[in-house]
């Protein structure tokens, strides 16, 4: 399977603890983006790498959540002191030079 | 602010029937606007896209009508199949940047 592959698919962690999450795009892929959905809405944006610079973080990315894409490869979400709010679906998504994004099956975080 | 707003947040149809769902956007530089289907526990998967210089785009069952001046585009599902039971996300970008997602439409389909 050559798709966008996310781990882990899903993470249980108490209120307080730190978390990160994996994503490795399909290869070639110079653009990678993550998003957030809560249940019942539509994806929301976090933020964009182009090969390995970070490009944009919403205002919904707070200072406690970090964002890397080492050697523009795959790229990891972190989340520090983690809240019952951050409970959600963690979406990451691939592009190459067209605007399709393609994107894996997100990793469900629960925050108890 | 919702950028995309869309309708309706769900509907039933029956086996053989047609599903319609709608968007409108404001943002004028809107210049790519997808349909993704997403399956329970699954991630968005594309549909079908398309760009504000055709206003029908059609592949298979699955065909969007886009209304430049009313900045709205719609998806028609012809002949609604079982399968076809999911939620639906309309999209818009400029250019190959951050989309901007509707809020969803859960599509059931009866046999």
Partial sequence: DTGVSQNPRHKITKRGQNVTFRCDPISEHNRLYWYRQTLGQGPEFLTYFQNEAQLEKSRLLSDRFSAERPKGSFSTLEIQRTEQGDSAMYLCASALSTDTQYFGPGTRLTVL | ?111
Avoid at chain 2, 52 to 62: L, N
Avoid at chain 2, 83 to 96: L, P, V
């Fill in chain 2, 1 to 111: 602010q919702q950028q995309v707003k869309q309708s309706p947040q769900s509907l039933i149809v029956q086996k053989g029937g047609i599903s319609i769902i709608n968007c409108a956007y404001e943002n004028t530089a809107f210049d790519y606007f997808p349909w993704y289907q997403q399956f329970p526990g699954k991630g968005p998967a594309l549909l079908i896209a398309i760009r504000p210089d055709v206003s029908e785009k059609k592949e298979g069952r699955f065909t969007i009508s886009f209304n430049k001046s009313a900045k709205q585009f719609s998806l028609h599902i012809m002949d609604s199949q079982p399968g076809d039971s999911a939620t639906y996300f309309c999209a818009a970008s400029i250019g190959d940047y951050k989309l901007s997602f509707g809020a969803g439409t859960t599509v059931t389909v009866r046999a």
